[in-house]
């Protein structure tokens, strides 16, 4: 009998681990979020309503902190082919998108350490460079906030 029970969890872990899937559509319910259409990216993107945004010359930054002290942002923009081979991790989208990365530290002042990434995400036909920092006084920071955000793109 326990080795029946022993296998029924090994089993249910082994279907339920995939550490490159996430469904973020549960944490993204819990926001109040907006959809910005961003023309010059021919993309739209699910992104909190009290953030700010500025898009310009195929780029679009968007501040998930506005008015606070600490730094919570990312940004989208065009890119070509994938000239950075030191990308350690990757992530697959339930959309397809596959988003290539690797994250690192810098001190950012007073606010404390920021923890950045960088990457590209193929999406469809194109590619976008992505960058993220999380900046954090006590702790780790986590870049990979945007993640859930770049899960909702879409093509306009």
Partial sequence: MKIKAALLICM???LNCDSNKHNFDKELRKENLVKLEL???????????ESSFDESNNE???????????????????ATAPKNNKYNTSF?????ATLNYFIFEENGGN?????????NLEYE???????ST????????????CLKYLSTIKNL
């Fill in 92 to 96: 697959t989208f339930d959309s397809g």
């Fill in 125 to 131: 036909d194109r590619i976008f460079k992505i960058t």
């Fill in 12 to 14: 249910f872990l082994f």
């Fill in 60 to 78: 679009v930054l968007i501040n998930l902190n506005p008015k606070g002290r600490s730094v919570k942002l990312f940004s989208i923009k065009k």
């Fill in 111 to 119: 606010g404390g350490i920021e923890y950045k990434l960088n990457g």
């Fill in 134 to 145: 999380y900046q954090e006084e006590l702790g780790r920071g986590y870049p990979e906030f």
């Fill in 39 to 49: 023309k010059e990216l021919k993309i739209s993107i699910l992104v909190p309503q």
